[in-house]
């Protein structure tokens, strides 16, 4: 009863962070190129981590680091499927 209980006050501030997270990511990471190359990613959290220093190394600057990790190895690991394609098959747009 008292785990479910700080299950449900836990889950408002789960979505709080993730929503920071997602702004994080529109505020920081859109200024060089688009976030497809983001979201096509599936990578493990540790991955995710050294991406963020990667590009904190070509000069991003992250201001909420923690809601943009949580942001991006919930809803980018490598237990996702796989994005949709662009592209059919024969090279035509969907
Ligand atoms: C200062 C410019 C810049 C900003 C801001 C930036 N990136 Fe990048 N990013 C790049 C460049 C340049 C590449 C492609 C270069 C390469 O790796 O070959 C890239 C590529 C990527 C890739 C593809 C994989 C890779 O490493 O090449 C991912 C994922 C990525 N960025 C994530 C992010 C995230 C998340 C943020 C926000 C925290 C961000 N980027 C902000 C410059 C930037």
Redesign the pocket.
């Known amino acids: 009863m008292r785990y479910l209980l700080g299950m449900l006050l836990a889950m408002p501030l789960l979505a709080a962070d993730f929503e920071a997270g997602k702004a994080e ?1 529109r505020r ?2 859109t ?3 688009g976030l497809r ?2 979201h096509v ?1 599936r990578l493990p959290r540790a991955t995710w981590e050294r ?2 220093t ?2 904190e190394g ?3 600057v ?1 201001k909420d680091r923690a809601a ?1 990790l949580e942001y ?1 190895a919930a809803s980018y690991s490598d237990t996702t499927p796989p994005p949709t394609p662009m592209l059919s098959g024969d090279g035509r747009k969907k």
Do not use: D, N, P, V
Request: net charge negative; glycine share 6%; hydrophobic share 45%.
């Open positions: 990511e920081a990471c200024s060089c190129h190359i983001i990613q991406e963020l990667k590009m070509w000069g991003t992250i943009l991006l």
